[in-house]
Structure formats: C-alpha cells, structure tokens
C-alpha cells in the first residue's frame, strides 16, 4: 500500500515537472522557433505523449490497488460466510444429536477458534450470550424440548448479528429496518418452536 502511494506519488511529481518544464521550454521553442512553426508542433506532441503516459500509468496503478483491495475484500467474506455456516450447521446437529460427548465439545472448542479469527465483535459477543446457553442445556450432556427451545431462542439472536455482520450494509442501502428484521427473525424462532 505504502509502496503505491510513493509510485503514485512520483508519477505525479514527474507529470508536473514535465508540464511545467514543457511550458518553459515551449515559451523559449515558440521564440527560437518562430520562423518554423512545424517544429512547435513536434515539441507539442511529444510533451503531451509523455504526459499522457505518465497519467495513465498513475490511473492504472490506482485502478489495480483498488482491485487487489475488493479480491480481498471477496475473499474475506467467502471465508466468514463459510465459517458461519459451517457453526450453524454443526450446532444444528448436536441438537439434532441430543446427546453431547466429549468429540462434540472438542469441534465446538476448534469452531470457536475459527469464529474468532473472523467474526466481528457483536457476533463474538452474542456467540458467548449462545455459549451460556449452550453450557446450560448440556449441563447433563443431554438436551430436552426445553434446551431445545431455549438453544433455539439464543441461535435466533446469534444469527441476527450474523446477518448484520455478512449484509448489514447492504440492508442499510436497501433501508431495510435492522430492528425490523431482528424482531422477524426471533418471531419467525417462536413460531417454529411451538409447532
């Protein structure tokens, strides 16, 4: 990033010596010249080929950075949207499961791990909010229609700062009302609780 900054830099530096020393040398060109105006012409297009490369290059090496920084920015999201999913999906089987032993809790320990290297805080700290339930429910490293509900309830409010933390933006440019939809995600939890 530094290293862009200063080629940027030096192709700005340059592109103004070179219009301002063009300048100068074109007002002396025009005075030597004058009786042979072919030869200004030539000056002229030569001192606008130069500038016109040295712009272009500044342009391109700041269309490449920004490139180079959404490729990271989608890699990024892949990997948080992959790790999400992959809690999700496994804290939907030690429901499912209804008996915990102790593998169950060593992969729980190793998804935390991941969690942590790419959630935000929020997320973080509603994981730790779903931990205390979690630990509550399997207290007997069994689970009953209560834990169930009760997990449910916690994951409801965990995947609502997940949303926030993977589209919250985008929902914010849409207007969408991020009261709104936690409020729908939790009703939505309490309606498939009691079927």
């Not at 102790?102 to 935390?112: A, G, M, P, S």
């Not at 205390?132 to 689970?143: G, P, Q």
């Amino acid at each position: 990033m530094k290293k862009t900054k200063i080629e940027n830099l030096t192709f700005m530096v340059l592109t103004a010596i070179i219009v301002i020393g063009g300048y100068f040398f074109l007002r002396y060109a025009y005075r030597v010249t004058d009786s042979t105006p072919f030869t200004q012409e030539i000056v002229l297009i030569f001192l606008g080929t130069i500038a016109t490369i040295l712009i272009t290059a500044t342009l391109l090496n700041k269309q490449t950075e920004v490139e180079l920084k959404k490729e990271q920015n989608i890699k990024f999201l892949e990997l948080k949207s992959s790790i999400y999913l992959e809690l999700i999906n496994y804290i939907e089987q030690l429901i499912l499961k209804r008996n915990l032993d102790h593998e169950d809790t060593v992969k729980l320990q190793f998804l935390t791990h991941r969690l942590a290297t790419v959630a935000s805080p929020e997320v973080l700290s509603e994981f730790t909010n779903f931990l205390t339930v979690f630990e509550k429910s399997y207290i007997d490293r069994k689970i009953d229609d209560t834990d169930e509900d009760n997990l449910s309830k916690a994951l409801a409010k965990l995947t609502v700062k997940i949303r926030k933390d993977l589209v919250g933006e985008l929902d914010k440019a849409g207007e969408y009302d991020l009261k709104e939809i936690e409020k729908q995600v939790i009703e939505n939890t309490d309606k498939t609780i009691k079927l």
